[in-house]
């Protein structure tokens, strides 16, 4: 089964790839709410210090407060308890990569893939890091793989497009788009990169009858 531990979500433009992460479920709340919350979670936590539960919430505010190296502290703490914890594996390899501690948080991801291997969260994060690092033959081994094992997903189509994008591979992203937009017809973020590759391609025609598509489901 495959492992679905956060909300996801991937925007792959033209020239850029980005993947947007968000810990957990989190409700619209002011700073200060999430102080107080924060406030409440030490409180427990003191009373009951060895409750991984409590520490991924708190680690989880920390992020929302962006007050990151407390979190990787956290998970840290987390894994010290439970050193195969999923949650605190995958959201701390996020928080390096975010302050782009780009090693460590390879090492969160191969760690993560180690416990379980068909895990997508986990396949892309590395895919990411990789390209981070400027590794770019071994990101797009990672992409590959990312799409061998979901070859259901739009999003690891997506994905490898956006690198593709990148790395000006552009007809190899085209397919890519084809095959994600073949999964997600009406995804808007997935035709109108499409359309941009067309327009680089310079297949104005294309592009055109595209962008009437789009229109017609707007």
Not at 45 to 65: G, Y
Not at 73 to 88: G, Q, T
Request: proline share 3%; glycine share 2%.
């Amino acid at each position: 089964m495959d492992c679905k531990l956060y909300k996801k979500g991937i925007v792959t433009g033209s020239f850029a790839l980005t993947l947007s992460l968000v810990p957990f479920v989190t409700f619209a709340q002011t700073e200060q709410e999430w102080r107080d919350s924060l406030s409440v979670l030490n409180e427990k936590i003191r009373q009951v210090p060895k409750s991984v539960d409590l520490r991924l919430r708190k680690a989880a505010v920390n992020i929302e407060l962006g007050q990151w190296n407390y979190a990787t502290d956290e998970y840290s703490r987390i894994l010290e308890l439970d050193p195969k914890n999923l949650s605190a594996l995958y959201y701390r390899a996020y928080v390096h990569n975010h302050e782009r501690r780009y090693e460590l948080a390879r090492q969160d991801y191969e760690a993560c893939l180690a416990v379980v291997p068909r895990h997508f969260e986990a396949q892309l994060g590395l895919a990411i890091v990789k390209r981070n690092m400027g590794q770019k033959v071994e990101a797009m081994d990672e992409f590959n793989q990312l799409v061998q094992m979901f070859p259901d997903s739009a999003i690891a189509y997506a994905a490898r497009a956006g690198y593709e994008v990148e790395l000006k591979q552009y007809e190899l992203a085209l397919f890519d788009w084809d095959e994600a937009i073949l999964r997600q017809p009406e995804n808007m973020d997935y035709l109108m990169s499409k359309v941009d590759v067309l327009l680089i391609l310079k297949r104005q025609k294309e592009a055109n009858a595209l962008m009437r598509r789009i229109r017609a489901l707007e």
